[in-house]
């Protein structure tokens, strides 16, 4: 059984009250500042910030309605297109903000979504080198024919999960006509934009892909966390619809891919690799570390259990990246907070540097550990958990004796330590939120990369998925 449950609707009530969202929200954003704030002020305005920009690259004017950007940047590098992967990612927030605003907010950001799937309709049925693994079109729906790592297989599995949750608040609220007619209709051959990814995922995932980065083909970690989920929910959501048969289908092919991914774990190195099988591009990633494993985790829609944040092999395998990034980056070694982080240590790309997303990925990888270790603690950490606590919050005086130096260590509900091992992870996310301020723009705005050597932000600025990286982690945190 997959224990893991929907963690949306859990985040969507735990933020109930902290979205400061409000009916400012597309409003310009000329003018803000986040320089001298108290950090709580700071993530508030960041939020801010972050949920304007975000919703800033959905709809260019010069592109159809619902495509997202992946960044208004036109050149060096041109990242003005709708990568499917990118906007399925920009487009869960939107979906958690839909799911909590008001009024004229909620119609706006209704249309948003629903031009968001006609959109993503559309291009399903535009003839394309590889079919529903098309990794990214022009901003006004064309083909991009070019030369480009093809198919990614990650990109439909994470758009049927956007619109999936979609689909379950409309649900929530009645609209029960428009997502059948839609967004996922009991019909084979598919014509709903839900249901026709969900086939494709179902009867596709098996293949051989590129991977998240583009530039990897082989089977890989990321993509099929992305299938498994996709499928799961997308499982519960055929059933609420009568859908049964396909349902059970679905469901069974989540459980399949689920142990498909225990093969990524690397016993040996103790670490979870992205890639088996790799039959095409970037040979030189010798390690197999990718920090795609632990967005994989935070991304794949389980709370607890297998490969969710509080799994031992993700944790070794997180430890393991950052360690690495410590010792690659120039910059992490300047005494600034936490571990600034990139894609994977072998990086070349750009120069191989850390990014904002995947820096605001360790602090939600912290802020969901705290979470379950504080609602679900076990009643013993194994040694791989321990190891990954003591790295990440060990050295806090309030801990100090509190880890073994080896071996499985006991964790008493309601213990000072319990309590203080909480506290240090939510304060750990903390730091690497802090770590985003530091080398953001002074305005709040995120750009793709930050230089390795100087700290200075670079490459695609305004980059969509910066921005909802930095409202999925806030919207993670523990509160108080
Ligand atoms: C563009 C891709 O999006 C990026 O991930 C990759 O590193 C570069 N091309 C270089 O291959
Ligand atoms: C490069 C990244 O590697 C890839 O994941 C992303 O889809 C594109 N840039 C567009 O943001």
Do not use: C
């Amino acid at each position: 059984m997959i224990a893991a449950k929907f963690v949306s609707s859990i985040l969507i009530k735990s933020t109930a009250v902290k979205l400061a969202v409000s009916l400012a929200l597309f409003a310009s954003v000329a003018g803000a500042k986040t320089g001298d704030l108290p950090f709580e002020d700071y993530l508030r305005k960041q939020e801010d910030v972050s949920v304007r920009k975000l919703l800033a690259n959905i709809s260019p004017r010069d592109g159809a309605a619902g495509a997202v950007i992946a960044s208004p940047s036109r050149q060096d590098p041109d990242y003005y297109f709708h990568w499917v992967r990118d906007a399925g990612l920009v487009m869960d927030p939107v979906v958690t903000m839909y799911s909590q605003a008001r009024g004229a907010d909620k119609q706006r950001l209704g249309k948003i979504l629903s031009d968001y799937a006609g959109f993503s309709r559309q291009l399903q049925q535009t003839p394309t080198l590889t079919g529903l693994g098309e990794p990214k079109f022009h901003v006004d729906g064309r083909a991009f024919n070019g030369p480009w790592g093809r198919p990614q297989n990650d990109g439909p599995a994470l758009r049927a999960l956007s619109l999936t949750r979609w689909a379950k608040q409309l649900l929530r609220e009645n609209q029960r006509p428009y997502v059948t007619s839609k967004l996922y209709k009991a019909e084979i051959p598919a014509k709903t934009v839900i249901k026709a990814d969900l086939e494709y995922v179902a009867h596709h995932w098996r293949e051989r892909g590129f991977d998240l980065w583009e530039e990897v083909s082989g089977r890989h970690f990321y993509t099929r966390a992305m299938q498994r989920a996709a499928l799961e929910e997308g499982s519960d959501l055929a059933r609420a619809l009568g859908d049964g048969a396909a349902a059970g289908f679905y469901l069974a092919q989540a459980r399949e891919i689920r142990r498909a991914m225990d093969d990524h774990w690397d016993a040996r190195r103790g670490r979870i690799v992205q890639t088996l099988d790799r039959d095409g591009g970037a040979e030189y990633k010798e390690s197999g570390l990718d920090v795609a494993t632990v967005l994989a985790a935070i991304h794949g829609g389980w709370e607890d259990g297998p490969f969710s944040a509080l799994d031992e092999r993700v944790l070794a395998t997180a430890g393991q990246l950052e360690a690495a990034f410590h010792r690659e980056y120039p910059i992490n070694r300047r005494g600034l907070p936490a571990t600034a982080i990139g894609r994977y240590p072998e990086d070349r790309y750009y120069g191989g540097n850390p990014w904002v997303l995947t820096i605001a990925a360790y602090a939600e990888l912290n802020y969901r550990l705290a979470t379950t270790l504080a609602k679900r603690p076990p009643a013993a950490l194994s040694p791989r958990q321990v190891d990954y606590l003591r790295s990440a919050i060990g050295s806090r005086p309030e801990l100090a004796g509190v880890f073994p130096k080896s071996g499985r260590m006991q964790l008493a509900r309601g213990s000072a330590a319990h309590g203080a091992i909480v506290k240090g992870l939510k304060e750990r996310g903390d730091e690497f939120l802090r770590r985003i301020r530091v080398h953001s723009h002074p305005d709040g705005s995120l750009d793709e990369q930050i230089r390795r050597d100087n700290g200075y932000m670079t490459s695609a600025r305004d980059l969509t998925w910066s921005y909802a990286s930095f409202l999925t982690a806030v919207w993670s945190r523990p509160s108080p």
